[in-house]
């Protein structure tokens, strides 16, 4: 048993500034796994991908992070767009993942269930349910917002 399982999509992100166009991982569950891995906790990750982003799941396992990668077509796919005054962004969406649902969950037990959904359709709500039976629910709200 995991003390906690994140599920939620690494995105590729395009960031487009003044300045430069920069490529690079991100989305909660990237960045949650990222800040936690210091921690003394038994913790895996839940993802869904393309192949061409797999390169980020290795550098996760590298550094000791669970990773359960999960196929899909794309990958959850930003594109940032930050003028001079970065209080201010544009961000459009230019592929989607494959959404996490109950069929295509692996069978992973954990103490709390950490849901990153980056899209109002990410997370499927009886996946919700059937996790909030199985322990704690945590869930990031942003992706529900957009």
């Known amino acids: 048993m995991y003390d906690i399982c994140t599920i939620g999509h690494i995105t590729l992100d395009k960031v487009v500034t003044p300045q430069s166009v920069k ?3 991100g989305g909660t569950s990237f960045y949650f796994s990222k800040a936690i891995q210091e921690a003394q906790l038994d913790y895996a990750l839940v993802t869904a991908l393309a192949t061409s982003e797999l390169g980020v799941v290795a550098d996760l396992r590298k550094s000791g992070i669970e990773v359960y990668a999960l196929p899909s077509e794309h ?13 201010h962004r544009e961000q459009n969406v230019l592929q989607k993942a494959s959404p996490f649902d109950v069929p295509v969950m692996p069978d992973i037990t954990a103490k709390i269930y950490h849901l990153g959904p980056l899209l109002s359709d990410d997370i499927s ?18 992706g529900y917002l957009r």
């Not at 990958?75 to 209080?87: G, H, L, W």
């Not at 009886?126 to 709200?141: A, N, Q, Y």
């Open 23 to 25: 490529y690079m991982p």
């Open 75 to 87: 990958s959850v796919y930003f594109e940032n767009i930050y003028p001079e005054n970065q209080n």
């Open 125 to 142: 709500l009886e996946l919700l349910k059937l996790l909030s039976t199985k322990g704690m629910v945590s869930l990031d709200i942003q």
